[in-house]
C-alpha cells in the first residue's frame, strides 16, 4: 500500500509556499502521488502566483481522493485574508490550530504513514504559554507526563534538549531524575524503532565544566544518579560530558548527545550541519517530522529560502517501510 504523507502547510506568513515548491519540484511522481498538504487552497494558490511557482495544486476532501494526479493535492482550511503574506494574527491563530487538529486526527489513520509540519511563530499555537508543535502534539496524545522527545537528526547524529521552549533561568528548576530517564526511555524506543540500532547516548552537564562537579550541582545531585540508574537498566550512556568540548569531535562517539536545554546541542548542531538536519517528535502516536528551522519572516518573496530540510522530511518518511 502506497500511505500517505501529510505536510501541514504551518504559518501563513512565512518562507512556507516557498520550501513547498522547491521541495515538490525535486520529488519523483511517485513520491508526489502519496502527499496532501493541509492549507487553505485560496492562500497557497495566490503565495504561488506570487513567488511564481508553477506548482499545480488542486483542492480535494480527504486523503482518499485524486491520488493518481500530478498535482499538488490540498485538503482546504478556511482563512480569512486578504493580503496572502500578511494574513492576522487572530486569523492565522484559528487556522493554525484548526489545521494541526485536522493533521492530528488523520496522522492516526492506518494509511497515513507520516505527518510534516512547516515552520510555524509558536504565539499561534500558545499565546501565554512558549509551546511549541512537540508540546502542542503531545497534549494532544495525551502525553502529559513529559516523556516526549524532540529529536533533531541527520545521518552523522542526533541530538535531545531535554527540556524545550523555556527560559534559560526555569531549566535547573525542570530537570530532575525522573525526567531524565523518562525521556530516555522513549529515546532508545523510538530511535530502536526508526533506526534499527539500539543508541549510544552521550549526556551533558547542565554548568560550565559540569560545575568541577561540586557535591552540590545538579551534575552531582541529578545527572549522575539518573545516568547510573540508566547503566543498570542497559542503557548505552555515558555523561555527564563537558558541553564546551564536546562539539569540536567526541560528539563522534555518539548516536545522540543530549543536553539539559535547548540552545545548549541545537546551536552547535547547526553551526556543525546548518539546513541538513530534521526535527523528529519521539512518544507521539505517530510519526511527526518538521524543518529545522523557523518561518523566516525577513526572507519571505525573496527567493532566498533554503528547502533542504523540508525535503529531508520528505525523503525520511518516504524511506521508512
Known sequence: ???????????????????IYKTWNKLNFKV???????????????????IKSKVR????????ENTSTSFLKIIDIPLKFKNPFKVSLKSSTKYIIECFNL??????????????????????????????????????????????????????????????????????????INLIIKKMKTLQRDFKKLFNKKPKIGILGLNPHNAELSNNSEEIKIINPA?????????YVKGPLSADTLFINNYKKYDVVVGMYHDQVLAPF???????????????????VSPDHGPAKDIINKNKANHLSLLRCVKFINSLN
Open 270 to 288: 547547526k553551526s556543525l550541519f546548518h539546513f541538513d538536519a530534521i526535527n523528529i517528535t519521539l512518544g507521539l502516536n505517530y510519526l511527526r
Open 32 to 50: 508526489k502521488k502519496k502527499i496532501y498538504l493541509i492549507a487553505n487552497f485560496e492562500l497557497i494558490r495566490k503565495q504561488f502566483k506570487k
Open 57 to 64: 495544486v488542486i483542492k480535494v476532501k480527504s486523503i482518499n
Open 227 to 235: 545516568i547510573s540508574k540508566l547503566k543498570k537498566k542497559g542503557f
Open 103 to 176: 493533521a492530528h486526527k488523520l496522522a492516526q489513520n492506518s494509511e497515513v504513514k507520516g505527518l510534516i509540519n512547516c515552520p510555524i511563530d509558536k504565539r499561534l499555537l500558545n499565546k501565554s504559554k512558549k509551546i511549541g508543535v512537540t508540546e502542542f502534539l503531545a497534549s494532544k496524545c495525551k502525553i502529559n507526563n513529559g516523556s516526549e522527545v524532540m529529536l533533531i537528526h541527520n545521518k552523522k547524529l542526533s541530538v535531545v534538549p531535554l527540556t524545550t521552549h523555556i527560559n534559560v533561568k526555569n531549566v535547573s528548576k525542570k530537570i530532575n
Open 1 to 19: 500500500m502506497n500511505k500517505k504523507i501529510l505536510i501541514v502547510s504551518g504559518d501563513p506568513n512565512s518562507i512556507n509556499s516557498e520550501i
